[in-house]
């Protein structure tokens, strides 16, 4: 259904712009002062990473050529839902 996708891509937005903004505070907030940076970095590098590894993986998906256009956005939205080990 369309709008439980809409629905669900608005708490999923919401949730992670706050993420965003409470994550850095939370670093700064309980690291010493000399790992502070390191870990704020590492914080950045790792969102890019990620939508990095996103776009790959779009990519690929994409140049499946004996997949439906159907299957291909399926298939991107469910590996979405696949959590790391």
């Known amino acids: 259904e369309f709008w ?3 629905l669900g891509r608005i708490v999923t937005g919401l949730g992670v712009g706050v993420a ?3 994550t850095p505070v939370y670093i ?3 690291t ?3 790992a502070r940076g390191q870990l704020a970095t590492c914080f950045d590098i790792s969102i890019n990473v990620g939508i990095l590894i996103g776009y790959v993986v ?3 998906i994409n140049s499946i ?3 439906s256009n159907g ?3 399926r298939l991107m939205l469910g ?3 696949v959590l790391p080990d």
């Open 4 to 6: 439980t996708l809409l």
């Open 20 to 22: 965003f903004v409470v």
């Open 28 to 30: 700064a907030e309980i």
């Open 32 to 34: 010493p002062s000399e």
């Open 58 to 60: 779009g990519f690929g």
């Open 65 to 67: 050529d004996d997949a």
């Open 71 to 73: 299957l291909k956005w």
């Open 79 to 81: 590996l979405g839902g």
